[in-house]
């Protein structure tokens, strides 16, 4: 195996001493590694789209054929490893990878915005309405769990307009959790909604609201399971996905149609709906907070 790409944030952690950890969960594409209660890291297939904290690998077998839950995780001085695995990572030679929002520069926001909601728009009317949360941003009819949502919905997008942060962080709590997956439908909309958020305050130079999203996002990381949680935190961070941070950055960076289309089909082949489920979220952040 062989270490291609990283978070940045996840490179800080290997600077002095070594931490000892171990493997939280595996799976064919991805392992987690659990550093301490606030600190999981990913290994991802190349193949899949790099998260926070995590590092691409090159690899073509299954991480389940050589990695437990409960094997030993090392990380210090560049190197990342699971001897009982027989995985060694030189992370000194992986490309590092910003994965803030924070840095994609802003350009003609205005425009971006419009290019964003509208390519998004049209491709969440291709989505499977009856398993995702994409019914929220488009004419197709609701499921079990978009009706659960809505209200609750509501209640966060108009807290936040009035700028009451207690009743917000209240309602992002009640969202969490909620749908299929290994990560709750629900906490993937609240990823894609809190990263176009911090987006959009700083476009607006609403700097007291952005500094309110973490709080919302540890209201409801506390509502679900330790690796949702974690992509929620993240998301409180102005962290997101290599897919989504492109998405982002080739409409209000670059202006580029094609390069925002291809980003889309990336985010939506994350998971059976998990890609589906950030979209919508980002769709509602930037038709209720424009």
Request: net charge negative; with cysteine.
């Amino acid at each position: 195996m062989q270490a291609t790409a990283g978070c940045q944030r996840l490179f800080a952690l290997f600077q002095g001493s070594q931490r000892i950890g171990t493997v939280h969960s595996v799976f064919d594409h991805a392992v987690n590694l659990e550093f301490g209660e606030d600190c999981l890291v990913g290994l991802i297939a190349q193949t899949k789209a790099l998260t926070p904290y995590a590092v691409s690998v090159r690899t073509s077998d299954s991480f389940a054929q050589a990695v437990r839950a409960g094997m030993a995780a090392y990380l210090g001085e560049g190197i990342l490893s699971i001897p009982e695995a027989g995985i060694t990572l030189d992370l000194s030679c992986a490309n590092p990878i910003d994965l803030s929002v924070d840095s994609i520069a802003l350009g003609n926001h205005l425009e971006a915005l419009a290019l964003l909601e509208k390519r998004i728009s049209e491709a969440l009317d291709g989505v499977d309405a009856e398993v995702s949360l994409a019914p929220l941003a488009t004419d197709a009819e609701g499921n079990i769990y978009t009706r659960f949502l809505m209200p609750r919905l509501e209640k966060l997008f108009s807290a936040i307009l009035r700028e009451d942060f207690a009743e917000a962080t209240l309602a992002a709590a009640s969202c969490a959790g909620c749908g299929m997956g290994l990560t709750p439908s629900s906490d993937d909309l609240l990823c894609g909604y809190f990263t176009t958020l911090h987006l959009l305050l700083r476009a607006n130079g609403n700097t007291n609201a952005k500094a309110h999203i973490l709080t919302m996002a540890q209201a409801a990381a506390e509502k679900t399971n330790r690796i949702s949680a974690s992509f929620l935190l993240q998301s409180g961070m102005a962290l997101a996905n290599v897919a989504v941070c492109d998405l982002f950055r080739s409409t209000f960076t670059d202006a580029d149609t094609f390069s925002a289309d291809r980003a889309i089909a990336r985010v939506l082949a994350i998971g059976s709906t998990s890609g589906a489920d950030m979209l919508t979220g980002v769709v509602l952040a930037l038709r209720k907070h424009i």
